[in-house]
């Protein structure tokens, strides 16, 4: 499959510490990339070949994993850090895209 | 810098064709490091990609979508262009251009404002 699987929602408290994933068998090939999307706005990259930060992105942002899952962490959230978070990479074949259906973040 | 910026008609008639150009700045559409994609998002909904265009002008597409849609690019311009025919209201929604890193991994690392592309009568 080359289909990328998010939970819809996940929620945390404010300084506290969270883990949104992303499933599919093509991560088993290819790294996944995270992007943050705020309401209004185009997303941004926070998170790229699985672990790697690009410059100006916050170090409470972290990616890991391993096998068909990857992960998203954010380690003491802030509440600007509520959004959207989606997965991405390339397909089974290589030469499509696909992203996950998105993981709303809510910070209480 | 590198920037993207779409621009085409906010509206279009059902059965029509959308037609959209992405500007780009601070980059080269002909560049064999990166490809250009377009994504779209429907109200409320996840992002969508739709297809991009690579050095040389090849194309790929999502399947869901290969038999309406056409990426050209204008390298002398640097711009490249979505064309999706036969539109229903199901293909209302932002629309993205974005670059994709295609060295070492594949990754979006900029992408253009969006555009709302509403079709209605």
């Known amino acids: 499959s080359s289909e990328l699987t998010q939970d819809p929602a996940v929620s945390v408290a404010l300084g506290q510490t969270v883990r949104i994933t992303c499933q599919g068998d093509?991560?088993?090939?290819?790294?996944a990339n995270w992007y943050q999307q705020k309401p209004g706005q185009a997303p941004i990259l926070v998170i790229y070949?699985?672990?790697k930060r690009p410059s100006g992105i916050p170090d409470r942002f972290s990616g890991s994993g391993s096998g068909n899952t990857a992960s998203l962490t954010i380690t003491g959230a802030q509440a600007e850090d509520e959004a959207d978070y989606y997965c991405?990479?390339?397909?089974?074949?290589?030469?499509?895209?696909?992203f996950g259906g998105g993981t709303k973040l809510t910070v209480l | 810098q590198v920037q993207l910026q779409e621009s085409g008609p906010g509206l279009v008639k059902p059965s029509q064709t959308l037609s959209l150009t992405c500007s780009v700045s601070?980059?080269?559409?002909?560049?064999?490091?990166?490809?250009w994609s377009w994504i779209r998002q429907h109200p409320g909904k996840g992002l969508e990609w739709i297809g991009y265009?690579?050095?040389?002008?090849?194309?790929y597409y999502n399947p869901s979508l290969r038999s309406r849609v056409i990426i050209s690019g204008d390298t002398s311009k640097n711009q490249f262009f979505l064309k999706l025919s036969s539109v229903t209201a199901a293909d209302t929604a932002v629309y993205y251009c974005?670059?994709?890193?295609?060295?070492?991994?594949?990754?979006?690392?900029?992408w253009g404002q969006g555009t709302l592309v509403t079709v209605s009568s």
């Open positions: 974005a670059r994709e890193n295609t060295i070492g991994w594949y990754y979006f690392d900029y």
């Open positions: 601070g980059g080269s559409i002909s560049s064999g490091t990166h490809s």
């Open positions: 265009i690579y050095y040389g002008g090849t194309t």
């Open positions: 093509t991560l088993r090939s290819y790294y």
């Open positions: 070949g699985r672990t």
């Open positions: 991405n990479s390339r397909d089974t074949s290589g030469d499509h895209l696909v």
